[in-house]
């Protein structure tokens, strides 16, 4: 069934197929790109400002919304777990301005300092990103990771479940998670439910808003901008089911890729590869035979699997220096840029059918 | 209950603090907390919290000038709630009509049994027409549609909020006739106490309301 708004739960919260988005974390190098390129497409509207539909962050770290693991949302067991919504200062706040006026008008040039000031005109005291590289571990084992998250898409979106207006809905045809804005009522059910705070408030509209999956593209074939401008080509997409395309061979084939936080019950379908570590030194700084990420952090992240993938890994690193070949390294580094794509390898730059000459 | 007939212009007639409002007829309306089974269907994570419904409440006065209802409802709330950051919520009130002779109040009538709201939120510009034919199905229209207008007050520690409407208008919504009987019902969201939604105390009935020939 296609969605109607007045459609039982269990059809708005079902598809036929689901696209899907792997992240390699050996890889993201935290550069923003994705989160840009979303930025620059889906959130440039009145009331969106603090939107980042993509965002990367340090782990650890508060994160963005701050603290969002601590705001609830998802399941316990069957049952919905509670949650809150997040503040406007828990996204940094509102639009930065300099204090261009002060220090070029107002004859305080001597005394005031051109500075970013928050909406309230105060200097930031937290922002999106601002404990980036601060990380944990102690010296000489200290350690982060960079970790790009958006809306999983989930197969069991608690979001859909917790509108009662069934405004919220998955696409029949590839599982993407929409907000329909006309039947949008603002009553923010949804992110309190969303155990990964991807659903937003839009103060002025007075309605919620999520990461489309760049659907408009991806009805033209065209992957969504955060995978395709990913620099790091950290990132591969395509249907979970395409045996052909890199997001199966990843999830299913090699089970290499895991969702984070797989105990909100919420089934995401955005896959981490996650990352090996350096190895950690001893107080004299020797070289120890040990993983500088905690492991217990890794499993907290990504769930008890985490030691299986990581000795997968490292299996097949071994057998690639050792002169074989590995079909696992070669999906990850994956040489043909467009190969990463599931087939969604449409130019934007393009018209639909329009060759790259 | 009584829409007393009068004679004052429209835009005395949606006046808070018009004369007429000390002389009218006021009612009491008991409201209780929407009970959450009927939610159950449309939102799980609405029903599984039941921490709602704690004014209990609202003080009705309606009259009449021949073309135009107006209606003031009153409650108790020590601080007015806006939605001034992204986790706050509104205080709000609607006011609410039967469409078809056997809608149901409880569950905002139901498919083929339609129900027409008037819904006021505190910091709108204005307020909200609205029509459902059952839980999580109603629809909320521009209030020029139906030349619907709200005022409000916030003093002492309770709301005052009067509605204007003309008796008839076009678009399928509440139509009254002095000397005929319609039903009326009411809820109330406290915004303070994340109210919105089912999540609200509510009159759970149609009362009758009757405008004066
Ligand atoms: S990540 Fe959150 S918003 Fe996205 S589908 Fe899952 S529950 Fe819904
Ligand atoms: S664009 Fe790629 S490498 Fe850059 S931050 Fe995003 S996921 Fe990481």
Not at chain 1, 230 to 258: F, M, P, T
Not at chain 1, 273 to 289: C, E, I, M
Not at chain 1, 337 to 349: M, V
Request: aromatic content about 8%; proline content about 7%.
């Amino acid at each position: 069934m296609t969605y109607s708004p007045a459609g039982k739960k269990s059809t708005l919260m079902t598809s036929r197929r689901q696209l899907a988005t792997v992240i390699d974390l050996n890889k993201c190098l935290a550069c923003q790109t994705c989160t840009v390129a979303c930025k620059g497409l889906w959130t440039k509207h009145p009331g969106a400002e603090h939107m980042r539909f993509a965002n990367v962050t340090n782990e650890p770290g508060a994160g963005y919304p701050r603290q969002w693991r601590k705001l609830g949302g998802g399941y316990e067991g069957a049952k919905p777990r509670p949650g809150r919504c997040p503040s406007l200062s828990d996204y940094g706040g509102g639009p930065r301005r300099f204090n261009h006026e002060q220090v070029t008008r107002q004859g305080a040039g001597q005394r005031a300092h051109l500075q970013l000031l928050d909406s309230d005109g105060e200097p930031p005291t937290w922002g999106y990103n601002w404990d980036e590289e601060v990380g944990g571990g102690a010296w000489p084992n200290p350690y982060y990771i960079n970790l790009p998250r958006k809306c999983n898409h989930c197969s069991k979106p608690a979001c859909v479940d917790a509108c009662p207006k069934g405004a919220i809905y998955k696409r029949e045809s590839d599982g993407i998670v929409l907000i329909d804005q006309d039947r949008c009522s603002g009553h923010r059910f949804c992110i309190e439910a969303c155990p990964y705070k991807a659903i937003y408030f839009n103060p002025v509209t007075q309605k919620s808003e999520k990461c489309i999956e760049c659907f408009p593209r991806v009805d033209q074939g065209i992957a969504p901008a955060c995978n395709r401008q990913c620099i790091g080509r950290a990132r591969h997409y395509g249907y979970l089911d395409d045996e052909s395309g890199d997001v199966y061979k990843l999830v299913e084939q090699w089970r290499v890729a895991l969702p984070l936080h797989p105990e909100y019950g919420t089934l995401p379908n955005v896959f981490y590869v996650p990352p090996l570590s350096p190895q950690a030194f001893d107080p004299d700084g020797k070289l120890l035979d040990e993983m500088r990420i905690p492991m217990e952090h890794l499993v907290e992240l990504f769930g008890a699997e985490v030691p299986r993938v990581l000795t997968t890994l490292q299996a097949e690193i071994a057998k690639q220096k050792a002169g074989e070949s590995s079909e696992l390294i070669d999906l990850l580094v994956g040489r043909v840029w467009l190969d990463r794509f599931g087939g969604f390898t449409g130019d934007p730059a393009h018209r639909p059918g329009e060759r790259d000459e | 209950m009584r829409a007393s007939r009068i004679t004052a212009a429209v835009e005395e007639l949606g006046s808070v603090d018009a004369g007429f409002w000390a002389s009218a007829a006021s009612a009491v309306v008991p409201l209780e907390p929407t009970p959450m089974a009927l939610v159950e269907a449309v939102s799980p994570r609405m029903a599984s919290r039941t921490d709602h419904g704690a004014v209990r409440s609202l003080r009705f006065q309606a009259v009449h000038n021949r073309s135009h209802l107006a209606i003031r409802v009153g409650w108790q709330m020590t601080e007015a709630n806006t939605i001034d950051d992204l986790d706050q919520f509104a205080d709000a009130v609607a006011v609410m009509f039967p469409l078809h002779r056997d809608a149901v109040a409880l569950t905002m009538g139901a498919a083929g049994k339609p129900v027409n709201a008037w819904y006021w939120r505190a910091g709108d510009s204005a307020p909200f027409d609205v029509v459902a034919e059952g839980l999580g199905t109603s629809s909320r229209r521009d209030s020029k549609l139906t030349a619907l207008s709200a005022q409000s007050r916030h003093a002492e520690g309770a709301w005052v909020v009067t509605f204007v409407r003309p008796l008839v208008v076009e678009a399928e919504a509440a139509r009254f006739e002095p000397g005929v009987r319609t039903g009326v019902a009411f809820s109330v969201w406290d915004g303070g106490r994340a109210e919105r939604a089912a999540h609200k105390s509510s009159s759970l009935v149609f009362s009758e309301l009757e405008l004066e020939a």
